[in-house]
């Protein structure tokens, strides 16, 4: 079997050499690690508010360059295909006619890596940040690639890419064709000529099976529910609705679901065309994985070359371990963003808040919550002395 993940790891972005900054145990307010949309919204929100960037906050991302996950799409996303993306605050992402066609990672990452420079926030990367830990005087430990940072808040804005999630069936190990995960998808070329199946009933398992039919020898589609296709404007009502199902999962200490997951797919032009096509007919999930394909306990059968996993992804947060903030039903209890256990980590662009506008009301949130965190100490160290 070919696996899914050739490099050896689920984490999509490549590995680099350690980040060329020498942290050397050095103390600030705010480490915010992540620079996707989350982290920097989070970093706007900060130095907007008084703290200053290298001074007082310090921000590491361990992707190679702007962009966040946007810097990996496939390149057949086009930016005209892209549904909800809003701007960065203070920044609006402008664009042209042109750029519907351009692909969404030149785009978003060109539009992030303005961003950066018109605020002046330095980014440190590529650092991998592998565990935050309880350190010295009531102060995180931030152990990264490029030394330690000694933190009085953290902003772990770590988005799920770097997660990509395959469930697993019996079988799974035996199939002698090719298994990849949407974060390994580079685009519909690859699979001309080649019986697919894809798996999973979100918009990208969607959008691959739009792309790879016209090139395919088959395509089969199966997910775990019946998707659910959404008809009609998504208002402010219905979004405000989506994410109060997630931000209850999260309340509750449950990993959380996507925001998308609770909203439907779009009934767009294209998807109504590929529906009646029969590109979008359904099957419910299969039972095992032969080495020729995927089998039902019915009986049924369908013989594949590959088994593409649109799967979704699971937060990025294994940095936290340490810190033991997992409630027993496996996810991180957040009140708005601040983590329960544990008030001096928020974690933004995690459950509710990660849409793009949800990150970036998220980051402001997170940033009034820790100037109030850290007033409180600064009058109770006065109080004391």
Same mark, same amino acid.
């Given at each position: 079997?070919?696996?899914?993940?050739?490099?050896?790891?689920?984490?999509?972005?490549?590995?680099?050499?350690?980040?060329?900054?020498?942290?050397?145990? #050095?103390?600030?307010?705010?480490?915010?690690?992540?620079?996707?949309?989350?982290?920097?919204?989070?970093?706007?929100?900060?130095?907007?508010?008084?703290? /200053?960037?290298?001074?007082?906050? /310090?921000?590491?991302?361990?992707?190679?360059?702007?962009?966040?996950?946007?810097?990996? #799409?496939?390149?057949?996303?086009?930016?005209?295909?892209?549904?909800?993306?809003?701007?960065?605050?203070?920044?609006? =992402?402008?664009?042209?006619?042109?750029?519907?066609?351009?692909?969404?990672?030149?785009?978003?990452?060109?539009?992030?890596?303005?961003?950066?420079?018109?605020?002046?926030?330095?980014?440190? #990367?590529?650092?991998?940040?592998?565990?935050?830990?309880?350190? +010295?005087?009531?102060? =995180?430990?931030?152990?990264?690639?490029?030394?330690?940072?000694?933190?009085?808040?953290?902003?772990?804005?770590?988005?799920?890419?770097?997660?990509?999630?395959?469930?697993?069936? +019996?079988?799974?190990?035996?199939?002698?064709?090719?298994?990849?995960?949407?974060?390994?998808?580079?685009?519909?070329?690859?699979?001309?000529?080649?019986?697919?199946?894809?798996?999973?009933?979100?918009?990208?398992?969607?959008?691959?099976?739009?792309?790879?039919?016209?090139?395919?020898?088959?395509?089969?589609?199966?997910?775990?529910?019946?998707?659910?296709?959404?008809?009609?404007?998504?208002?402010?009502?219905?979004?405000?609705?989506?994410?109060?199902? /997630?931000?209850?999962?999260?309340?509750?200490?449950? !990993?959380?679901?996507?925001? /998308?997951?609770?909203?439907?797919? !779009?009934?767009?032009?294209?998807? #109504?065309?590929?529906?009646?096509?029969?590109?979008?007919?359904?099957?419910?999930?299969?039972?095992?994985?032969?080495?020729?394909?995927?089998?039902?306990?019915?009986?049924?059968?369908?013989?594949?070359?590959?088994?593409?996993?649109?799967?979704?992804?699971?937060?990025?947060?294994?940095?936290?371990? +340490?810190?033991?903030?997992?409630?027993?039903?496996?996810?991180?209890?957040?009140?708005?963003?601040?983590?329960?256990?544990?008030?001096?980590?928020?974690?933004?662009?995690?459950?509710?808040?990660?849409?793009?506008?949800?990150?970036?009301?998220?980051?402001?949130?997170?940033?009034?919550?820790?100037?109030?965190? =850290?007033?409180?100490?600064?009058?109770?160290?006065?109080?004391?002395?």
């Amino acid at each position: 079997m070919v696996p899914i993940f050739p490099r050896g790891e689920e984490g999509c972005p490549p590995r680099r050499s350690p980040g060329v900054d020498g942290f050397g145990g #050095r103390a600030v307010d705010v480490v915010v690690v992540g620079a996707g949309q989350a982290g920097l919204s989070s970093a706007y929100h900060l130095a907007r508010t008084g703290f /200053v960037p290298e001074r007082d906050t /310090v921000v590491v991302d361990h992707a190679p360059g702007p962009g966040g996950a946007w810097q990996f #799409r496939w390149p057949s996303l086009t930016y005209g295909r892209v549904h909800g993306m809003h701007s960065l605050p203070g920044m609006e =992402l402008e664009t042209d006619p042109a750029d519907a066609l351009r692909s969404s990672s030149e785009v978003v990452s060109g539009y992030f890596a303005a961003y950066e420079r018109r605020f002046g926030i330095r980014v440190h #990367r590529p650092v991998d940040v592998p565990a935050v830990r309880e350190g +010295p005087g009531g102060l =995180l430990r931030v152990e990264t690639s490029a030394g330690v940072l000694l933190t009085r808040a953290l902003i772990s804005a770590t988005g799920t890419w770097d997660r990509p999630f395959v469930p697993r069936y +019996p079988g799974q190990d035996s199939f002698l064709g090719r298994q990849l995960h949407t974060a390994r998808y580079a685009g519909p070329e690859e699979f001309a000529g080649l019986r697919v199946v894809v798996v999973g009933g979100g918009a990208s398992g969607t959008q691959h099976l739009m792309e790879i039919a016209p090139l395919a020898a088959s395509t089969t589609w199966v997910t775990r529910t019946p998707p659910v296709f959404r008809e009609g404007p998504f208002g402010e009502e219905q979004g405000r609705a989506a994410v109060a199902l /997630v931000e209850e999962r999260v309340r509750r200490g449950l !990993p959380p679901r996507s925001v /998308v997951s609770v909203t439907g797919l !779009p009934l767009t032009d294209a998807v #109504r065309r590929a529906r009646a096509e029969g590109v979008l007919d359904r099957l419910p999930m299969f039972d095992r994985i032969t080495p020729a394909g995927v089998a039902w306990d019915d009986g049924g059968s369908i013989d594949a070359d590959v088994i593409l996993w649109a799967t979704g992804f699971r937060p990025s947060i294994g940095h936290l371990a +340490p810190l033991g903030l997992r409630e027993p039903g496996g996810g991180v209890r957040v009140e708005g963003t601040r983590a329960v256990r544990d008030p001096r980590v928020h974690l933004v662009g995690y459950g509710p808040s990660a849409s793009t506008i949800g990150a970036n009301r998220a980051g402001r949130s997170a940033v009034n919550d820790i100037r109030r965190l =850290l007033a409180r100490e600064r009058d109770g160290a006065g109080a004391a002395a």
